[in-house]
Every structure is written in C-alpha cells, then in structure tokens.
C-alpha cells in the first residue's frame, strides 16, 4: 500500500523560506510525475508545481522564480523549496505522485505565512 508522508509546513514571516518535503511509502512503479498543490480556505486546489519523469518542470506563475521543485528518484521523494513568502502563499499543501494506475496524495502540510 503507498503513502505518501509530508513535512516541513509550519509558520513563518513574510520573506522567509520553508522547504517541504513529500515521501511515498511501498512499492510505486511508473511514476509520470510528481506534484505540489495546495488548498486555501475558500478556494479550489491549485496546482504549485510539477516535475515530469522526463525532468521537465512547471510552475504556477504566481511562484515563479521564488519556488524550486526536485526530486530523488533512488529515495521516492519530491522537495518543494519555497523562498521569498507572501502571505497569499498561506494554504494546505499537498504532494501527488500521478502514476500509470492512477494518483496517489499526501495528507496535506500547512503552510502559514505571517507576521
């Protein structure tokens, strides 16, 4: 059975940096991608970031040049490195590993942004 287990959410000022990190559990096979969204009170899942089996990366424009995806393949995980934060960014962040079979979610980390 796959989990996949986040961390790293918590609060910080605006400006500051967090760096969120999603792992699945079990045995996972033909991963297409894998992604971060997130959830703010009010408003639908958006997605923040996503990085392809081929390595190529996709960003919301509302995070480029301040958010950094990547991953390590050897270890099943994805890494969101998040610098330069707005009080916008505040949400429920949630990872997802979309595979041939379907797609698996994290529980969600939150991310609070705030002086």
């Known amino acids: 059975q796959v989990q996949l287990v986040e961390s790293g959410g918590g609060l910080v000022q605006p400006g500051g940096s967090l760096r969120l990190s999603c792992r699945a559990s079990?045995?996972?096979?033909?991963?297409?991608?894998r992604g971060w969204y997130r959830q703010a009170p009010g408003k639908q899942r958006e997605l923040v970031a996503l990085?392809?089996?081929?390595?190529?990366?996709n960003y919301a424009d509302s995070v480029k040049g301040r958010f950094t995806i990547s991953r390590d393949n050897a270890k099943n995980t994805v890494v969101l490195q998040m610098n330069s934060l707005k009080p916008e960014d505040t949400a429920v962040y949630y990872c997802?590993?979309?595979?041939?079979?379907?797609?698996?979610w994290g529980q969600g980390t939150q991310v609070t942004v705030s002086s």
């Open positions: 990085i392809t089996s081929g390595g190529s990366r």
């Open positions: 079990g045995s996972i096979f033909s991963i297409n991608a």
């Open positions: 997802n590993f979309n595979v041939v079979t379907g797609s698996y």
